[in-house]
């Protein structure tokens, strides 16, 4: 027998209830001006379920800066298009550092911990950019597809605002192109992964652009974004460094392979299930939104579908 459609609206709307009761919500990030201005009382949850059903509750279908989730997409494409290569050039390990942070990539010889952090994130747009010539319009390319709503888009404003404060990124982009593992000009790369930061999405489009994720690598199609084996490899970064240094209270009080942003968005995997996408403004010191983890960890305690 098939499962319920919808099967897990009740416990969406009980979490929605609980998360409304928490007495602190976070602050929006504020070292990109624009998102300073984003309202922690805002929530939304959208669950996709395998078939590309997807239904939630509260802000779901509101569009929010999915900044670093992004980045998932950013390495499913560079191991689509150009397979294992990637591995030389960026790590597995979590950093146990802040996402932003410079201070291993010396002592490491310009190899970021994982694609990730920022430090991976911009080799990996480097090797999108050397590829496609258009790594940001490729990313948009595959979100739209694979969410179905062809009006996604960057966010100029946004993309300006993280150019105007960008000098941590370009001195990371720099500082690993002295090693020779940045190839694209800098000034070309940053625009490009700004731009790929951008992106406004919702929970709704987060989650089903994800599904290959929950699919083992196979798109909304039928077609094959990725191996079974590289789908995993993705699930297992995100459950290891998904969450910047707070990957471990996140895979003890959650247990699934998640992707945070500073938008505030979480975008969650149940391999074989479903993919969630949880958002509200509100962040820790660690750059996750409080009012999604929170909703995630509820999310699994309710349905006992974590990986463990
Ligand atoms: O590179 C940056 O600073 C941001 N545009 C992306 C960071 C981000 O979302 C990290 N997340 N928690």
């Known amino acids: 027998m098939s499962p319920a459609p ?18 602190h919500r976070g602050s929006p990030a504020d070292y990109i001006p624009v998102l300073a201005d984003g309202d922690p009382r805002r929530f939304g949850m959208a669950v ?8 939630g509750v509260g802000d779901w279908r509101q569009p929010f800066s999915a900044q670093s989730i992004t980045k998932v997409f950013a390495l499913a494409l560079v191991l689509s298009l150009d397979g294992e290569g990637m591995w030389q050039r960026v790590g597995r390990e979590p950093s146990g550092d802040p996402f932003n942070s410079l201070v291993q990539l010396e ?11 920022n430090a991976g994130a911009l080799v990996v747009t480097d090797r999108l950019q050397a590829l496609t010539g258009d790594a940001a319009g490729r990313l948009r390319e595959v979100l739209r597809t694979e969410s179905g709503n062809p009006a996604l888009d960057f966010d100029p404003q946004v993309a300006a605002s993280e150019a105007a404060h ?9 500082f690993m192109a002295s090693y020779g593992n940045i190839v694209t000009p800098v000034p070309e790369l940053l625009p490009a992964y700004f731009q790929q930061c951008s992106i406004e999405a919702s929970c709704a489009d987060l989650a089903l652009a994800a599904g290959f994720l929950a699919r083992h690598g196979i798109r909304a199609d039928g077609s094959a974004l ?8 993705i699930n297992a970064v995100m459950l290891t460094c998904g969450t910047y240094d707070a990957a471990g209270e996140f895979a003890y009080r959650v247990g699934l392979p998640a992707k945070s942003g500073v938008g505030g968005g979480i975008v969650a995997v149940v391999p074989g299930v479903c993919t969630l996408c949880v958002w509200s403004p509100g962040l820790d010191r660690r750059g996750n939104s409080v009012a999604a983890m929170a909703a995630l960890d509820r999310f699994t305690t309710l349905t006992n579908l974590s990986i463990f």
Not at 48 to 55: C, F
Not at 107 to 117: L, S, T, V
Not at 226 to 233: F, G
């Open 48 to 55: 996709a379920e395998l078939d590309g059903t997807v239904y």
């Open 107 to 117: 002592y490491e010889n310009g190899i970021p911990r994982n694609p990730f952090i």
């Open 6 to 23: 919808h099967r897990f609206r009740a416990v969406l709307d009980r979490v929605a209830e609980e998360v409304a009761a928490l007495p």
């Open 226 to 233: 990725l191996t079974r084996s590289q789908a995993k490899q």
């Open 166 to 174: 960008g000098d941590r990124n370009a001195a990371l982009a720099h």
